[in-house]
């Protein structure tokens, strides 16, 4: 299966704008899903598709890809952003295999 | 709206076999809108996926786990469960079962709150 690579750990100023980025083969074929996870609780969707949120989720979120890399983009960071955020995608290979990226930790500062 | 509880042992003894149990309510398992997952995180690590399953009983599983895992759905009890053999500490995880719509590229929506499961003699 293939593989999604995420930066360990990026930084933003409070209000700041902030991408995090996932990038892998299968991202050439596929649109990533995003999710934020914070300590101790369930991931929870926020980015799908080319660019769509779920309900609930504000829309300082949003999402965008080109080539081999996917962007998820908080606009307007805020302190309650602070969380772990993960990509996933469809394995490249046409299965069904799902690969999901290593995780970035988000830090609002 | 969907919502999904996992349930079962929290401790697994080295190579015997890890069975869960993830229970969906607010829809139906039937329904052909989606696949049902298992996905795993390590204490401190990321997410792995270990499988998903259909209503129709077809299942996919991540390759690197497939010779131990076995993902079934109980379409009577709204159920799907997990049976992960030969387990050894590195299995020790957060278990979580959540809904994909079937659509071309996965997204996990709803998740249930997890459940940790360590393996120790």
């Known amino acids: 299966s293939s593989e999604l690579t995420q930066d360990p750990a990026v930084s933003v100023a409070l209000g700041q704008t902030v991408r995090i980025t996932c990038q892998g083969d299968?991202?050439?074929?596929?649109?990533a899903s995003w999710y934020q996870q914070k300590p101790g609780q369930a991931p929870v969707l926020v980015i799908y598709g080319k660019n769509n949120r779920p309900s609930g989720i504000p829309d300082r979120f949003s999402g965008s890809s080109s080539g081999n890399t996917a962007s998820l983009t908080i606009t307007g960071a805020q302190a309650e952003d602070e969380a772990d955020y993960y990509c996933?995608?469809?394995?490249?290979?046409?299965?069904?295999?799902?690969?999901f990226g290593g995780g970035t930790k988000l830090t609002v500062l | 709206q969907l919502q999904l509880q996992e349930s079962g042992p929290g401790l697994v003894k080295p190579s015997e076999t890890l069975s869960l149990t993830c229970t969906v309510s607010g829809g139906s398992i039937s329904s052909s809108s989606y696949y049902w997952g298992w996905i795993r995180q390590p204490p401190g690590k990321g997410l792995e996926w270990i499988g998903s399953i259909y209503y129709s009983g077809s299942t996919y599983y991540n390759p690197s786990l497939k010779s131990r895992v076995t993902i079934s759905v109980d379409t009577s009890k709204n159920q799907f469960s997990l049976k992960l053999s030969s387990v050894t500490a590195a299995d020790t995880a957060v278990y979580y079962c959540?809904?994909?719509?079937?659509?071309?590229?996965?997204?996990?929506?709803?998740w249930g709150q997890g459940t940790l499961v360590t393996v120790s003699s």
């Open positions: 959540a809904s994909s719509l079937k659509t071309t590229v996965p997204r996990f929506d709803p």
């Open positions: 299968s991202l050439r074929s596929y649109y």
């Open positions: 996933n995608s469809r394995d490249s290979s046409g299965n069904h295999d799902v690969v």
